[in-house]
């Protein structure tokens, strides 16, 4: 079964809005930046939702494709890499924002602000 472009369109659409999101915060001063405790929040919720999008597109792919089902976030990743759907350098560094994403989740009392720096690009 083909992966339904709907449903990855919306996906990719919120990606690209919370991208233009992070470029805006990521255009501020570290001062500013981290001064203002609603833009490591917003930066936070944006990049745990833009990477929940990227889960979710490599979940529909498997599961339209019917490749082998993975044993956690990462290795969503690593299933499409195998299936050469992703190269290994985009794998390795989707697999990196899997498990940032466990971080912000599950051990966000751990994340702390000063570690952000406004110099996120998207190219």
Request: proline residues 3%; contains cysteine.
């Amino acid at each position: 079964m083909k992966p339904d472009p709907e449903v990855l369109q919306g996906k990719i659409d919120l990606i690209e809005e919370h991208l233009t999101l992070l470029e805006r915060l990521a255009a501020k001063n570290f001062e500013d930046f981290v001064r203002e405790k609603r833009n490591v929040l917003s930066a936070k919720h944006a990049l745990q939702e833009s990477i929940e999008a990227c889960l979710d597109i490599g979940n529909h792919i498997i599961s339209r494709k019917g490749y082998r089902r993975p044993d956690d976030y990462k290795g969503i990743f690593r299933v499409l890499e195998e299936e050469k759907i992703l190269k290994r350098d985009l794998a390795n560094k989707l697999v990196e924002m899997a498990k940032f994403r466990n971080l912000l989740v599950h051990m966000y009392e751990d994340v702390e602000d000063k570690n952000y720096s406004p110099s996120f690009k998207t190219t």
